[in-house]
């Protein structure tokens, strides 16, 4: 039964998919200095963010970011 969803998600190869966004292109976007441990949490949310959007580019994905982090920021 998972493995049909897999197929039917079309997630059979996840493991291959490409980052749209790495940890440089993060700390750039975020105008951090150095990386750690929130690079990671980063890294995790944006993961999850591709997977919900198969067809998301480059630039959806920063814009994404860009906007969850001032949202964050907000309310912090």
Request: charged letters at 25%; aromatic letters at 10%.
């Amino acid at each position: 039964m998972r493995s049909c969803f897999l197929f039917t998600a079309d997630l059979e190869n996840v493991w291959k998919m490409k980052r749209l966004l790495d940890g440089k292109a993060v700390m750039s976007i975020l105008g951090l200095t150095h990386g750690g441990p929130q690079i990671g949490e980063w890294q995790k949310k944006l993961l999850k963010w591709q997977l919900a959007h198969p067809c998301g580019t480059f630039d959806d994905c920063a814009d994404w970011l860009r906007e969850s982090n001032a949202k964050r920021l907000k309310c912090s």
